[in-house]
Each structure stands twice: as C-alpha cells, then as structure tokens.
C-alpha cells in the first residue's frame, strides 16, 4: 500500500477531508521561500570558452526548461538547462542578472 492509498482510505473514512488537503498543499505552494540564485562566469572544461551559469532553482525541470528558453530569446545565444542550472554561451552576467530581477527572482 503506497501513500496514494493511505491517503484516499484516509479521505473515504472521513478523518481527512478532501477540500482541507488541496487547500493545505495550495498554502504550501504559496509560502515558498523566495529562490536566490547565484550567477558566476566559468572557463573551465570549456577549452577557454567562457560561460555564464545560473545555480540555484528548485523548481521543476519543465519550468527550468522554459526560464532558460526566455534567457537564451532575450540574449541571444545559446545554452541548456540541467540538474537545477542554466548555462548560457557568453559572458552576458550581468545582463542575465537584470533579466532575472525583471523577472523576479533574487540574484546574487
């Protein structure tokens, strides 16, 4: 019996009521703590190319996916998302801090 099974037993026998249960998950979603995400230049591995990465996301992979597609549109260049970071071709740092803090996200 896995949790999805506990949990709708729970709510046919009445001691967890189903509007309560989305409404606590909803409440969750909304006190997230604001992400601050760390943007740094890097060279390494990269046979002297630079590269500017974005660290810090704890959303999922599909939003992660859509944030660095906006970044890549708006600068231009090139890049990929994966394992909670983005990298962009270029050194455009601080132009990927604006565009950050435009769109609301923290940025050290």
Do not use: H
């Not at 999805?4 to 046919?12: G, I, N, W």
């Not at 606590?24 to 390494?44: F, Y």
């Amino acid at each position: 019996m896995d949790w999805k099974d506990l949990l709708a037993k729970k709510v046919e026998d009445g001691t967890l009521d189903r509007e309560e249960f989305v409404q606590d998950e909803a409440s969750k979603d909304n006190d997230k703590k604001p992400q601050i995400l760390r943007v740094s230049i890097d060279r390494k591995g990269r046979k002297g190319k630079t590269a500017t990465i974005v660290e810090g996301f704890t959303c999922g992979d599909e939003e992660l996916l859509t944030i660095a597609a906006k970044l890549k549109a708006k600068l231009g260049t090139g890049g990929s998302a994966r394992c909670g970071e983005i990298l962009i071709q270029g050194d455009a740092m601080e132009k990927v801090k604006q565009i950050l803090t435009d769109m609301g996200y923290k940025v050290k």
